[in-house]
């Protein structure tokens, strides 16, 4: 059947040219752009006074972040003109390994929206982590025969390259053997030490926070990711990168962007209006969300409106507002007057299903797995810093006299990370500063990147009943006096959920809120600083199952300094 | 060992900017590209006050239209700036079919200059044709196991696409199929036709002849092959696409360009330099020269002065007259302060070697074979037109009663083409005017497509000396009364020698100016119009061994018309 779009006006992301142009459709393709009749196609469509632009492409997103299965992500995503994402499975690899990779890609197989991946590098990002797999070069190696994979994901592991780390570099050539991309994250590298990343084989960077670090990753040949998503926002930063001979060189990417931000802002639309709002050219942010995301990715016959070409098409109201009417992805018309028309979702080997939705394995947790054993007066405090991932440590003067070292009045609370892949009983305890908590416990499985249960509370009871609620349910769980007040299952690998974008958004909402019933401040989001405190690659002292670790100088460290 | 070029100043083919850095270079690879040291380094070049830019590709070449074997092409073009071609073994492949291809890759191996292939799509290019060889998709097919075959070329046979050959399409799905790029050759084609054509896989042209065709082309997503060869020459025509957003979409070709060109004037850097003669960037040049023709190709770490790259530099002591000092190839430096370092020549297998040398095969040829039959007055000659490819048809009375219809007065001379490849016996006999041979004859083994023996002469004693000399030794010669006056040998499959650059243009000219002994106007160029007189795709009337061929209606036509 051929299908005539007659009357817009087609975005030439080749050219950068306006065309008033006829587009003819036929299967999945783009088979004709010009001067088409209607005698031409079975269908015709009037789009007159209306824009034509390839579909956007998110070059880099972690579908776990958005807790949403691709299905509903692409629901979410593609009124906003979304039709392809170039997705790391990173953190279900980190659970639930090998099957969790398998998992993400049974679920996006045949859904409406094209999903890419790139092959998680760094699981676990980091030897003092205790995460569900460990994924070596010849495990992930088997997956490049999958069609949908496109390369090889965010190689963090920076000093691994720089030291020539065996494995590293097996993981990299498998990719470039291939002729798949190696995707790059080296937040501030320079000079030698990123000629010697770029050397290695890394062909993108979406880390760049300034404009300079963009331009002298552009200059070496990387492709510079412009990354606007919830918690990391680069955009403004990097406005410079729109102008000149820069903008050819980027893309548009996410990362991590949470379903309350994807409904109220959009997607990828939202950084294109940004760019407009800033007084950026929409041609040129539209060229980074299209073919240039492509290219970046040796996508073939994506991302333009020509003959041969994958019919991913956006019809516009209006290109500066980047108003999207109708979407088609593959051919279909998948978005009608903004609206997501019904879709079958893939059906998953039941085996990967019954893996992932049984991630939890430690067993019931009681008062006692959170004594903390009173070994000195002087302890190592994780302090938050509000608004950012990073932590410091603070020493502080520990009254052991009541409630095992817990001081709500200077703001001391109890954190405890419990190993959850391979029931090792480890438990890392210590304390917190900066959540706030008075009366009661939160809870999360969302810890980066190997995702354990990770509780902070002002009581020992509250945080039992957290945490083993977390082993059944997954998700944010928010207690106090012996209650559960709210909480946000997230039963898939304990990271996901098959909620729509609209319930899992309004669950996490209220989470969000209960906290400050316990006493948190409102310029806090404790699980925005929880889900980081488990990670030890950000500074200065994180929390491990295992125990503190200084980050800085990548060593276990006492809880106590004396 | 590291080698540092250190004081330069680099031309970024990805910002389009100049930039003061050294180049520290390991092996095959450009390691770093900054403030490095000579501490760096183990051997250091200053090159204060120089350039330093990617080596030149050229995307489109017929090696045997040069004459040259690679390996002597390299010597000749190397000075130049080409560190890579990527090259189309169209004619020998049409002599000698698979081993003709096999003898280019083997003599390509190893030598300094990067030779990638595109893989004949074309042979023949017609029906009408009698070439050595016929290659179907299936032929081709396992010569994408080699490293070095990058696509499928000049998709020659646009009536193919349009109508749905079937063999024609499982080329196209074989190259699509494995990655690989599918070059164009489809001159004036536009509109509805060029949607279908690029609808196939097509991606690139180099066959446009005015910047409003290129124009179309590029909209619809072609990259354009800006050719400036030595017959066709389209720079001047195509100077607009060197502004603007169309630049970056296309790249430098020679296609078919003869040894003394090359010589007088080079070879990418005569195109670069023409266009900055016209007033256009030599950086943009130089970006459609290096980066853009690896992009083009999927080449990838080549064409660009960054880390991970292939290490295929120039050093220039000016920019914009290409004023080449040093060549470096895989990291190696091979040309130096001009002048071409001497290399070994690979070694290439004994029976391709063989099947290469001995090409002919028909027996000897006797004055009878010449002989045309008088079946009627009124016959169909062939009339050149000087300068161009195209011929007309024109009718003329013969007068048979002497020397067998042929007429130097009304500069009526006979014309034959004889099948060279299966010893057939096959002989196209007829007439030609505007070629102005008053006493003698001149013949060819570079008779496209087929490169039979093409033979135009004044009487058939001359004819039959000269084409029995060309059946021994290929290439070029001019008889006159009986006796050899000039020739030039191409005894690999008739088309190529082991002679170097200067021997075959000396050679060349001394035949092409010995026809002017024959009385042959000055401003005609006899050689190159006959290698095209057997051609049936160019219009209008051509020869073949099986006789005349209208071109237009594509069918068989009589000698003689009443």
């Not at 590293?168 to 498998?174: A, E, P, Q």
């Given at each position: 059947m051929k299908r005539l779009l007659y009357g817009g006006t087609v975005v030439n992301v080749f050219t950068g040219e306006l065309e008033r142009a006829n587009v003819l459709i036929e299967n999945e393709k783009i088979i004709g752009v010009g001067a088409y009749s209607p005698d031409d196609a079975d269908v015709t469509e009037d789009i007159t006074g209306k824009f034509v632009c390839p579909g956007f492409i998110d070059g880099h997103i972690h579908i776990e972040s958005t807790m949403l299965t691709p299905s509903e992500l692409?629901?979410?995503?593609?009124?906003?003109?979304?039709?392809?994402?170039?997705?790391?499975?990173?953190?279900?690899?980190?659970?639930?390994?090998?099957?969790?990779?398998r998992y993400m890609m049974e679920s996006s197989d045949g859904i409406p929206m094209s999903v890419y991946f790139t092959l998680p590098s760094c699981v676990p990002a980091t030897a003092f982590d205790e995460p569900g797999a460990v994924l070596k070069a010849e495990d992930i190696r088997p997956l490049y025969e999958n069609?949908?994979?496109?390369?090889?994901?965010?190689?963090?592991?920076?000093?691994?390259?720089?030291?020539?780390?065996?494995?590293?570099?097996?993981?990299?050539?498998?990719?470039?053997?291939?002729?798949?991309?190696?995707?790059?994250?080296?937040?501030?590298?320079?000079?030698?030490?990123?000629?010697?990343?770029?050397?290695?084989?890394?062909?993108?960077?979406?880390?760049?926070?300034?404009?300079?670090?963009?331009?002298?990753?552009?200059?070496?040949?990387q492709w510079v990711m412009i990354r606007q998503g919830t918690a990391a926002r680069n955009l403004t930063e990097l406005l410079p990168l729109f102008d000149g001979a820069y903008s050819h060189r980027c893309i548009l990417v996410t990362d991590?962007?949470?379903?309350?931000?994807?409904?109220?802002?959009?997607?990828?639309?939202?950084?294109?209006?940004?760019?407009?709002?800033?007084?950026?050219?929409?041609?040129?942010?539209?060229?980074?969300?299209t073919i240039q995301a492509a290219q970046c990715f040796g996508l073939r016959f994506v991302g333009a409106v020509a003959p041969g070409y994958r019919a991913d098409l956006l019809v516009l109201n209006d290109l500066n507002t980047v108003d999207i009417e109708d979407v088609?992805?593959?051919?279909?018309?998948?978005?009608?007057?903004?609206q997501m028309k019904a879709f079958?979702?893939?059906?998953?080997?039941?085996?990967?299903?019954?893996?992932?939705?049984?991630?939890?394995?430690?067993k019931e947790l009681t008062v006692a797995?959170?004594?903390?054993?009173?070994?000195?007066?002087?302890?190592?405090?994780?302090?938050?810093?509000?608004?950012?991932?990073?932590?410091?440590?603070?020493?502080?003067?520990?009254?052991?006299?009541?409630?095992?070292?817990?001081?709500?009045?200077?703001?001391?609370?109890?954190?405890?990370?419990?190993?959850?892949?391979?029931?090792?009983?480890?438990?890392?305890?210590?304390?917190?500063?900066?959540?706030?908590i008075k009366n009661g416990a939160?809870?999360?499985?969302?810890?980066?990147?190997?995702?354990?249960?990770?509780?902070?509370?002002?009581?020992?009871?509250?945080?039992?009943?957290?945490?083993?609620?977390?082993r059944k349910n997954g998700g944010n769980v928010v207690v106090s006096a012996g209650k559960i007040i709210a909480d946000m299952a997230l039963p898939i690998a304990g990271l996901m959920t098959e909620l729509s974008g609209e319930e899992i958004a309004l669950a996490n909402e209220k989470v969000r809120r209960a906290v400050y019933e316990l006493g948190v401040p409102?310029?806090?989001?404790?699980?925005?600083?929880?889900?980081?405190?488990?990670?030890?690659v950000i500074p200065s002292l994180k929390m491990t199952p295992q125990g503190l670790v200084n980050v800085d100088k990548q060593e276990r460290i006492s809880l106590y300094c004396d």
């Open positions: 692409a629901k979410l995503c593609m009124p906003h003109g979304t039709t392809a994402i170039v997705a790391d499975p990173h953190e279900i690899a980190n659970v639930c390994g090998m099957d969790g990779i069609k949908q994979v496109v390369g090889l994901a965010e190689m963090m592991n920076y000093p691994g390259v720089l030291l020539g780390d065996r494995d590293v570099y097996r993981k990299i050539g498998d990719a470039i053997e291939r002729g798949k991309v190696v995707d790059g994250h080296a937040p501030f590298l320079s000079g030698k030490d990123l000629d010697k990343y770029i050397l290695a084989g890394v062909t993108s960077d979406h880390e760049c926070s300034t404009a300079d670090e963009a331009i002298e990753k552009i200059r070496k040949g991590d962007r949470h379903p309350a931000d994807l409904m109220r802002d959009g997607h990828i639309d939202n950084i294109i209006r940004l760019a407009v709002k800033h007084g950026k050219s929409v041609i040129t942010a539209i060229k980074m969300a088609y992805s593959r051919g279909e018309k998948v978005v009608q007057r903004k079958d979702c893939p059906e998953i080997a039941e085996e990967l299903c019954k893996t992932v939705h049984n991630s939890f394995h430690t797995d959170f004594h903390i054993a009173e070994k000195g007066n002087n302890c190592r405090v994780i302090e938050i810093i509000p608004g950012q991932l990073l932590t410091r440590e603070q020493v502080c003067r520990i009254d052991w006299s009541k409630n095992n070292g817990i001081d709500t009045a200077r703001d001391i609370l109890k954190l405890a990370v419990i190993e959850r892949h391979k029931n090792t009983g480890h438990i890392g305890l210590g304390f917190i500063k900066g959540i706030g939160i809870a999360s499985s969302v810890s980066h990147d190997s995702h354990n249960i990770i509780v902070i509370g002002s009581n020992d009871e509250d945080m039992v009943i957290a945490a083993n609620h977390i409102g310029d806090i989001e404790p699980f925005m600083n929880m889900a980081f405190v488990s990670l030890p």
